[in-house]
């Protein structure tokens, strides 16, 4: 079955800096979705990347999807306290049309 | 607009007790899943559903059981609430499964919190 694995597990960061967070897949990827969550609310989707290559931005963050590494990485320019919480990746594991998702990755951002 | 609503938002019950979670969304979904996330591990999918009548087993569905009699509405019933079951428990709703022409991204509820003492 596959498995997403994120790196850093957690992240501390002064808020200005710049970060990256990585999404690595057991198999292909077919897609890649990545999520915000906050404490005690849902899964924000944040966005999605289909095809190798593709890169997607939103307001400071931006997303890249490298297929031939089964990789995504989410990268936040400037950080800011907003942008703490939880990120996870997603990607589509199985006939259900579920999502099979990472551990997470837990960013703080140091005011 | 509303999305995808879950009901309760916390909720503490006996070993042994049953409880309905209530999940309904007002985007005319088709496809609906319920998670359950526990600390470090992840979300892992209990139940979904295609579409009105028709409900599926997902990775871990044991000790759980869903309905699907309308479009809108997709509850979690735990019967004999056992301890394994504290958890937080996600309802997610998307318009089609992927296809190669166009992914359709997940929305989710804001999580039930349920402890089992």
């Known amino acids: 079955s596959q498995e997403l694995e994120q790196s850093p597990q957690s992240l501390i960061v002064q808020e200005g800096k710049n970060l990256t967070i990585n999404c690595t897949s057991s198999k292909t990827l077919y897609g890649l979705y990545w999520y915000k969550q906050k404490y005690g609310e849902g899964l924000i989707f944040l966005m999605m990347l289909q095809k190798g290559g593709e890169e997607k931005s939103h307001e400071k963050i931006t997303a890249k999807l490298d297929e031939k590494k089964q990789q995504s990485s989410l990268h936040i320019t400037a950080s800011q306290p907003s942008h703490a919480g939880i990120y996870l990746c997603g990607a589509r594991g199985g006939s259900q049309g579920n999502l099979i998702f990472g551990k997470g990755t837990k960013l703080s951002v140091k005011p | 607009n509303a999305g995808v609503t879950q009901t309760p938002k916390f909720r503490i019950l006996k070993i042994g007790q049953s409880m309905t979670l209530q999940c309904t969304q007002d985007?005319?979904?088709?496809?609906m899943y319920w998670y359950r996330q526990d600390p470090g591990m992840g979300l892992k999918l209990i139940y979904y559903?295609?579409?009105?009548?028709?409900?599926d087993k997902g990775e871990v569905p044991n000790g759980y059981n869903v309905s699907r009699s309308t479009t809108e509405d997709f509850p979690l019933r735990l019967e004999l609430a056992a301890p394994s079951q504290t958890s937080v428990y996600f309802c997610?709703?998307?318009?089609?499964?992927?296809?190669?022409?166009?992914?359709?991204?997940?929305?989710f509820g804001d999580g039930t919190r349920l402890s089992i003492l």
């Open positions: 985007m005319n979904h088709n496809y």
């Open positions: 997610a709703s998307s318009l089609t499964r992927d296809s190669r022409l166009g992914n359709q991204p997940q929305h």
């Open positions: 559903s295609v579409g009105a009548g028709i409900t």
